[in-house]
């Protein structure tokens, strides 16, 4: 039995964190190779390695994935220090280079010169598609604006195909039920950022992130822009890149009378808090969402104008109106912040209203324990710890907002 434990420990010792071994970065320079500081990690790699996110059978595994900043040329390359075949027969290390080849293309380059020859080609690169929108951040740490565009892309551009297979293999990382989608349907609209800066003189793009949107149709003659995939990339993180670009692609389609209205499938926590931001940022110029119009509460005005004029769906125009209510709600006067209150809890209370109609339909053809049962799941006193609790996390968000607002 010692003899198995001990066999046990040394092999644990050839388990690799596949979030720490592969090694991401975005390559300007050459020198950015060998910079440990442009190195990123995926939050996410369950969907190649399993749930437990480890590779077995290496000792300091690092899987090198290193992208030209601009085109995405691939450098892919696996490292390590021991193999497990190396110390004990019979006991196979997982194919961790087949698992990466299942969603990098072909085409890669596993030697660094080659990838760093690429590099010299960058200059080449060029946004796809036609300008929507520019914009400048300021950069603190080198003290200037930088310039960011976002295109709309048709998928015939050319080289684009081939450039949207290495851009989403950051989805695999970053997405936790990501996967890829099938861009021979024409109803994939496609928008990216990109970043221009000086190298030498010449002017560059580097890629920032990017959305996809599929646009279902609507009877009898509309469409409804569906947001599937969107990702910043990590170096890019929380400088507003994505208010900027769901914005931009929100006043693209309201541009169009085709359009219903845009939503989003299974939206993160993240990109609802994101949508919400730049959703109230929008209504707030509408002439429904005054401030004396708000205090009347929601109204069929607020829905409809923020359809037609913004293709915002009644259930999210509802949730702007919310946000805005509280902007002009003075929280510290007991009256007004019962008022906010009741309004919001009656809105939540909707599914518990459900509940219970559809208890009473099913009184019918349940047997009085199962009836019991149903009837101790929606016990009153939970119904309202559940408001409550409810009620302070949707405070919370709506709060996280407005300090946005207030900052932007």
């Not at 300091?60 to 027969?89: C, H, M, P, W």
């Not at 989403?168 to 990109?194: G, H, K, P, Y």
């Not at 560059?204 to 279902?216: D, K």
Request: include cysteine; aromatic fraction near 12%.
């Amino acid at each position: 039995m010692a003899g198995v434990n001990e066999m046990e420990k040394k092999l644990a010792e050839y388990k690799c964190d596949t979030n720490e071994a592969i090694c991401l970065k975005l390559v300007r320079f050459p020198e950015d190779v060998e910079d440990e500081g442009t190195t990123f990690h995926p939050e996410y790699s369950h969907q190649l390695f399993g749930d437990d996110e480890v590779a077995f059978g290496y000792k300091g595994l690092q899987i090198q994935l290193y992208y030209t900043a601009g085109n995405l040329s691939t450098l892919f390359k696996v490292k390590y220090s021991a193999r497990v075949t190396e110390t004990f027969d019979c006991v196979e290390p997982d194919d961790v280079e087949g698992k990466i080849r299942e969603i990098i293309p072909p085409g890669f380059s596993c030697n660094t010169d080659d990838f760093i020859s690429l590099l010299e080609k960058e200059g080449n690169f060029k946004p796809f598609g036609s300008l929507l929108h520019t914009y400048k951040v300021h950069n603190v740490e080198e003290g200037v604006d930088l310039t960011y565009q976002i295109h709309k892309v048709d998928i015939l551009s050319a080289g684009f195909r081939e450039y949207h297979e290495r851009l989403q293999t950051f989805l695999m990382w970053f997405i936790e039920t990501a996967s890829f989608i099938d861009i021979d349907d024409d109803r994939w609209d496609f928008f990216l950022v990109f970043e221009k800066y000086n190298k030498d003189g010449e002017t560059l793009y580097a890629t920032v992130g990017y959305m996809t949107v599929y646009n279902y149709y609507v009877y009898p003659d509309k469409t409804r822009p569906r947001v599937s995939q969107m990702l910043i990339l990590p170096p890019f993180q929380g400088e507003g890149h994505g208010a900027q670009l769901l914005e931009t692609v929100h006043r693209y389609y309201c541009n169009s009378p085709k359009v219903q209205d845009v939503t989003a499938e299974d939206p993160s926590e993240n990109y609802v808090k994101l949508r919400d931001f730049v959703l109230v940022k929008l209504c707030m110029a509408l002439p429904s969402f005054s401030t004396e119009k708000l205090a009347h509460g929601f109204s069929e005005e607020m829905a409809t104008e923020a359809r037609e004029k913004l293709k915002i769906n009644k259930k999210h125009a509802r949730r702007v109106y919310e946000i805005l209510r509280l902007r002009n709600t003075d929280m510290s006067d007991e009256e007004k912040a019962r008022e906010f209150r009741l309004e919001v809890k009656k809105r939540l209370f909707g599914p518990y209203r459900k509940n219970q109609r559809e208890l009473t339909k099913m009184r019918k053809c349940l047997s009085p324990e199962e009836l019991a049962s149903h009837i101790s799941q929606m016990d009153t006193r939970i119904q309202h710890e559940e408001l409550e609790k409810s009620y302070q996390e949707v405070l919370g968000d709506y709060r996280r907002v407005l300090e946005r607002l207030s900052q932007a």
